[in-house]
């Protein structure tokens, strides 16, 4: 693919590049995002946001933050407080687990059109960042009226083209992202087991953009991949360490990524083992895999 003369752009954001780093939720704290984006990724996003919770959030980067919620309370608020720091707001209408479930929020709320309207409306006239919503594989009947609301409001869909019984597992349907690619002129961002060059590649002559979930968990040198900047010196975990002390992650969120930075490399079910017991810093440090 000729990457000098195309130009991505979303809404009114231009992107150098259609290398997304998908939400995902409480992989992508700040280090791990900035890591995605020094290796090529344009645009990182947040994982699950509610506006109503009152959890902190590490906003420096500028993320694309995805939000969840099924009520409108304190979102105006929410938007208002943190538009200066975000680079698109995403409304995640895809969510399969338990707990979108009991509180009817991400997939669980498709067919409540009303409110789904109302959060966008209100995210719309509240920011002039670019506005996308997050959706999985369903009838269509049920995407339909969501698709027109997109249209309204939204200047991309992501189509993560699994149903919610398959959560994460088992082959997405390329063909219902095709479809609702022919149903809207919005453009689509595709998500789901893109894993190396080829597959974006391919993705990309049918898409506008492309979502990299689990294959940059403990592996953000897949966007050097993607971009085809490979540096003589990758990212490793040693990377991450240093800006998670930065940022003051937690120690289990440190220990959460070092066991991700295991994959692939020589004796990692050991190692993994080992983290997994761990309660000091120092430990995680003594590592030697951190060096290579
Ligand atoms: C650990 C994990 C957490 C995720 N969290 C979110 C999330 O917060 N919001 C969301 O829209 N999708 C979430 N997803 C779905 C991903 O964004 C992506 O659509 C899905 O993993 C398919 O892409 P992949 O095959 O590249 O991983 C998550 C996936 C994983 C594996």
Redesign the pocket.
């Known amino acids: 693919m000729d990457m000098v003369k195309k130009t991505y752009k979303l809404g009114n954001v231009k992107l150098k590049n259609p290398y997304l780093l998908?939400?995902?939720?409480?992989?992508n704290d700040i280090a791990f995002r900035e890591l995605c984006k020094k290796a090529g990724a344009s645009l990182v996003y947040t994982?699950?946001t509610n506006p109503q919770s009152r959890k902190p959030i590490n906003l420096e980067d500028k993320p694309a933050i995805?939000l969840t919620c099924n009520k409108s309370n304190g979102l105006k608020e929410f938007i208002k407080n943190n538009d200066k720091n975000c680079s698109l707001w995403d409304f995640?209408l895809?969510?399969p687990s338990l707990h979108a479930k009991k509180s009817k929020t991400g997939f669980f709320m498709i067919k409540n059109l009303r409110i789904i309207a109302e959060i966008l409306k209100i995210i719309k006239q509240n920011t002039k960042k670019p506005l996308t919503i997050?959706i999985r594989k369903a009838d269509l009947e049920d995407i339909t009226p969501i698709l027109a609301l997109a249209e309204k409001y939204c200047d991309a869909i992501a189509v993560?083209p699994?149903t919610q019984e398959q959560g994460?597992a088992g082959e997405?349907d390329v063909e219902f992202a095709r479809k609702i690619k022919t149903l809207t002129k919005l453009p689509i961002i595709y998500?789901?087991?893109?894993?190396s060059r080829q597959e974006a590649d391919n993705i990309l002559q049918e898409f506008d953009f492309v979502?990299?979930?689990?294959?940059a968990?403990g592996n953000p040198n897949i966007f050097y991949e993607l971009t085809g900047n490979i540096p003589e010196k990758l990212i490793t975990f040693k990377d991450y360490l240093k800006l998670a002390e930065k940022y003051k992650l937690s120690f289990q969120q440190i220990k959460f990524q070092a066991i991700n930075f295991t994959k692939g490399i020589q004796g990692a079910s050991k190692i993994r083992a080992l983290l997994s017991s761990t309660r000091k810093m120092g430990d995680i440090k003594k590592l030697e895999y951190l060096y290579n």
Do not use: F, W
């Open positions: 998908a939400p995902m939720h409480e992989v994982g699950l995805q995640n895809g969510c997050k993560h699994r994460y997405p998500s789901g087991n893109v894993n979502m990299i979930g689990r294959q968990i």
